[in-house]
């Protein structure tokens, strides 16, 4: 069922994607899907060294970063006449880029997994922001590098000004890139990878180096990150060096986890759904980075397998329990989803209306009524139904059956 | 030379304010195995509580009292998050406290806003304890030297001196020898997690009116104390105090010096490479702009070098 389903979803997903453009949607939707083929990309790419290799990395976006950097200046360099590349190619250039600088990085960072690597990752990436910072001749400065892609060389002939055709062209190479990661995972060396991030030693034993395994996976997700940051700079065609930096590292670990870094797609669920949130939460709150914290914290602590690991569990889990187990564990739980969602929400946003707006005696709208600020009622009932909730929380805990685990993440 | 004492001095005064917080984080981290992404966050928390009970009370009020709330506040993170993940492994805990500590800085956002609040040095504080050769020395410092080493006295004495300390001990090398023992080890780490955020957040109090309390600060400082522990060698105490002074010292002295290489070149006879192209920079940089790369950098050569930092023991 699932391996004819989940090829079918992919399927479906890539028809959406090709044919949106054409029924014409608006501008804002194929802003939205390059920017989510762009972040799929670099979530396939961190996940290689995640999920795959088991190498926590708290500095992604500094080859996103040199993908960028490279290919914004050859870009320029193809608009001036001295390189002879077509537009469309630019995207070699960054994951060449990537790889290389991957490499070299790679050398130092790959002798330990676990949580030396993390520290070296996080120590490269803040040397990289500050050392960009002081070579504006380079990366700008503040004002970063900026290019032009209309450069009148192309395979097809298309000047790539308009949207819909430079949305074409990222998403090829967005679907080129996560089909052969998808296909790398597969091969002996994907495989092998998986065993070093498991057990290290054993791998040792049979004869392969865990040492050239990590180093190999790194420079393949350097590679494509290289490949993203291309693309990033063939849409936005300007970057500065903030692009190298801990925000874009963190972003990209947060939507690959929520999607869930033990399934080989986990990354582009997560990936569709940090994007989704990050345009619509946006515009309905201004708190969005907090909500967006406790999800992440939600699922680190009670789906390890992320957003892909409860589609997947939905189904075998609702047949097990059958009907009359799903209405009791909604009776369960829904009161205390629904009294911890709502206390949450209505606590936050009177926080941040009181903090953080231009007035903040003037009423807010919260959940389609009226309310102010300055008045305790509304605090005291945000803070009643958090309360309730988590007590009772604490009471289904404690009477709930002993769950049937189902091989969580190792 | 007088000027070299006084840099020496604030060098010695940040580089203990740094091992205030990394005491804490090198601790957890050989206790539990966990690198507490999140340990900044709670100096943080320290700070704006200390500014929250100072706009109450008083400055003092808010010393005794906010390092209490910030240990309370890990205590309870750590018994109702980091040990739910525990049995996920490793880089689920790094994961949560990563995650932890941008939920706190969101937090801090929230409730006192994005611009640093006005946390001042208390008035009784407020005035120069000594000046020598034209340069005050404010008795805040001194203060904070004060409280600074007497954390550190009082934290040797704890581990070295009473039942608790010995406990610690015997939990660091064999956890499980002392649960067999009879000794709640759980209990044990809840305790070594909040008393070691106890002291970030003591080091909040005291650090946050002397630089600016803000939303920012906890990014700040977090990177370059994961960068102390590793330098001095993960698990390692006195490598992390070694590595404190190192950092703190170096860094302060460098953001006085203003030579740069093209000065240097100057200085030898030769004549100033031509200041345009790429990375033409290179040669009028100063170290007073590298001083915020140079932690990174050392440990990135000493990653090279010498992989299990200072005076670690072992690489992982």
């Known amino acids: 069922m699932k391996r004819i389903l989940i090829p079918l979803a992919c399927l479906l997903a890539l028809g959406a994607a090709l044919y949106l ?34 190498l926590l990395s708290f500095g992604h976006a500094v080859y996103l970063g040199a993908g960028v950097f490279a290919s914004l200046y050859l870009i320029t360099g193809i608009g001036a006449g001295h390189v002879p590349l077509p537009l469309e190619l630019v995207p070699l250039g960054g994951a060449l880029a990537g790889f290389v600088l991957a490499a070299i990085l790679g050398l130092v960072s790959v002798r330990r997994a676990g949580v030396v690597f993390a520290m070296i990752s996080l120590g490269l990436a803040e040397l990289a922001v500050a050392g960009a910072m002081l070579f504006p001749s380079v990366f700008g400065g503040e004002r970063g590098v900026s290019t032009d892609r209309m450069v009148d060389y192309s395979l097809t002939g298309l000047g790539y000004g308009r949207p819909q055709e430079i949305y074409m062209l990222v998403l090829v190479w967005a679907v080129i890139s996560v089909c052969a990661m998808v296909y790398l995972s597969r091969t002996p060396l994907g495989r092998l990878a998986n065993a070093v991030r498991d057990n290290p030693q054993r791998v040792e034993y049979l004869g392969y180096a865990p040492y050239w395994i990590r180093f190999i996976q790194f420079c393949i997700a350097g590679t494509f990150a290289g490949l993203a940051g291309s693309l990033f700079a063939l849409t936005y065609e300007i970057a500065n060096a903030s692009v190298l930096g801990i925000h874009m590292s963190a972003n990209v670990l ?117 309310i102010s600020a300055q008045s305790w009622t509304p605090w005291i009932i945000g803070a009643g139904m958090l309360l309730a909730g988590l007590a009772l929380f604490w009471l289904n805990r404690r009477t709930a059956i002993p769950r049937q685990t189902t091989g969580d993440a190792p | 030379m007088d000027t070299f004492i006084f840099v020496l001095v604030n060098g010695l005064l940040y580089g ?78 790094l994961l949560f406290t990563f995650g932890l500590a941008y939920l706190i800085e969101e937090l801090v956002r929230l409730i006192w806003g994005r611009q640093p609040v006005p946390y001042r040095i208390p008035e009784s504080l407020d005035f120069t304890l000594f000046t020598v050769s034209g340069i005050d ?125 093209s000065d240097l070149i100057a200085a030898l006879g030769g004549t100033a490479p031509d200041a345009t192209g790429l990375f033409h920079e290179v040669w009028t940089i100063a170290p007073a702009n590298l001083a915020p790369v140079f932690p990174y950098l050392l440990l990135v050569v000493l990653l090279i070098v010498r992989p299990r930092g200072l005076l670690g023991t072992r690489e992982s």
């Open chain 1, 21 to 54: 453009p054409y029924m014409g949607a608006g501008r804002f939707v194929i802003v939205l899907l390059t920017q989510l083929a762009i972040m799929m990309t670099f979530a396939m790419s961190y996940n290689v060294n995640l999920g795959q290799t088991g």
């Open chain 1, 254 to 370: 947060i939507a690959t986890y929520l999607g869930g870094i033990t399934y080989v797609l986990g990354p582009v669920v997560g990936a569709l759904v940090v994007t989704l949130l990050e345009i619509n939460l946006s515009r309905l709150t201004e708190a969005w980075l907090f909500y967006y914290g406790l999800l992440f914290i939600a699922i680190i602590l009670f789906a390890p397998r992320g957003l892909t690991g409860i589609l997947m569990d939905t189904p075998g889990a609702l047949r097990r329990a059958g009907w009359g187990g799903v209405t009791k564990a909604l009776a369960r739980w829904l009161p205390v989803a629904v009294l911890i969602g709502i206390g949450t929400v209505i606590l936050v946003e009177l926080c941040y209306h009181v903090s953080n707006s231009f007035d903040p005696r003037e009423p807010l709208t919260l959940f389609w009524t009226t």
């Open chain 2, 16 to 93: 203990m304010l740094l091992f205030m917080l990394s005491s804490g984080l090198t601790l957890i981290f050989s206790l539990m195995g966990v690198l507490n992404f999140a340990h900044a966050s709670f100096y943080m928390l320290g700070a704006y509580f200390a500014y929250q009970l100072a706009s109450f009370g008083s400055f003092w009020l808010g010393l005794i009292l906010a390092p209490l709330l910030v240990g309370a506040l890990g205590a309870a993170v750590e018994r109702f998050g980091l040990r739910v993940v525990h049995k996920h492994g490793h880089v689920a805990e």
């Open chain 2, 137 to 261: 020395y404010s008795a805040y410092r001194a203060f904070m030297l004060v409280i600074a080493m007497g954390m550190f006295v009082a934290v040797l004495l704890l581990l070295k001196r009473t039942r608790v300390g010995l406990m610690v001990q015997a939990a660091l090398s064999h956890p499980d020898v002392l649960w067999a023992m009879g000794h709640n080890v759980p209990r044990l780490f809840m305790l070594v997690f909040g008393g070691g955020v106890a002291l970030a957040g003591l080091a909040g109090v005291i650090g946050g009116n002397y630089l600016v309390t803000e939303p920012g600060m906890a990014q700040q400082m977090g990177t370059i104390l994961f960068v102390i522990v590793v330098f001095g060698g993960l698990g390692s105490l006195l490598g992390a105090f070694l590595a404190s002074l190192i950092i703190g010292i170096t860094q302060t002295l460098m953001v006085t010096m203003d030579a740069t290489l």
